[in-house]
Nanobody, 115 residues
């Protein structure tokens, strides 16, 4: 069973950038689509970005044009480049398969956007 470990979160000012990484304990080459999800306080977890093995990407409207998802199957890693961050991007960010697999949730990484 693969495990995902997220990293790269932190405190950043509005307009700043962060790059999140998701390291998988096993091969992600066999996983058709990977996603980055986030959960803000008091809100449900939502899918913000998705990338297929062929490199096709999809984004939530709220992050389109600001976030970029990518994957490196050789390194078993998925990335999320986040630019022009806004306070409403504050959340715990997780990676998982897309659609999500209940057994694969990691601890996530906290992103706080605040001045």
């Amino acid at each position: 069973q693969v495990q995902f470990v997220e990293s790269g979160g932190g405190l950043v000012q509005p307009g700043g950038s962060l790059r999140l990484s998701c390291a998988a304990s096993g091969s992600i080459r066999i996983i058709y689509a990977m996603g980055w999800y986030r959960q803000a306080p008091g809100r449900q977890r939502e899918l913000v970005a998705r990338v297929t093995n062929g490199g096709r990407t999809n984004y939530a409207d709220s992050v389109k044009g600001r976030f970029t998802i990518s994957r490196d199957n050789a390194e078993n890693t998925v990335y999320l480049q986040m630019n022009s961050l806004k306070p409403e991007d504050t959340a715990v960010y997780y990676c998982n398969t897309a659609p999500q697999s209940q057994n694969y949730w990691g601890k996530g990484t906290l992103v706080t956007v605040s001045s």
